[in-house]
Nanobody, 124 residues
Framework: QVQLVESGGGLVQAGASLRLSCAASGRTFSTTAMGWFRQAPGKERELVATISWRSGDIYYADSVKGRFTFSRDSAKTTVYLQMNSLKSEDTAVYYC?????????????????WGQGTQVTVSS
């Protein structure tokens, strides 16, 4: 089992920045990928960014490319999502996710473990 705890959400104005953190604990040695998803009211959950744990390859959704940066610490127990130039359409609950299965395909869309989510609200 893996436990994920997100932090860093909040209310900001358009154009501002936020950094989300996701701390992983438990069986993290089996991690194959970690990702950030978001879900806005009335919309389906969407993949924002994900990292292949072995290769370090990172995928970004087109809507955030050039504005968001996914990173991880050297201990590989915490991942971050640096969000710059935030827009009102970035308003959502952001979820951290982790997987421990090599499923094939890129980007990975299926994850076994999820955090509780953190709210990001961008006012225009």
């Amino acid at each position: 089992q893996v436990q994920l705890v997100e932090s860093g959400g909040g209310l900001v104005q358009a154009g501002a920045s936020l950094r989300l953190s996701c701390a992983a604990s438990g069986r993290t040695f089996s991690t194959t990928a970690m990702g950030w998803f978001r879900q806005a009211p009335g919309k389906e959950r969407e993949l924002v960014a994900t990292i292949s744990w072995r290769s370090g390859d990172i995928y970004y959704a087109d809507s955030v490319k050039g504005r968001f940066t996914f990173s991880r610490d050297s201990a590989k127990t915490t991942v971050y999502l640096q969000m710059n130039s935030l827009k009102s359409e970035d308003t959502a609950v952001y979820y951290c996710a982790s997987d421990d299965v090599y499923r094939g395909g890129w980007p990975p869309l299926t994850y076994n473990y999820w955090g509780q989510g953190t709210q990001v609200t961008v006012s225009s």
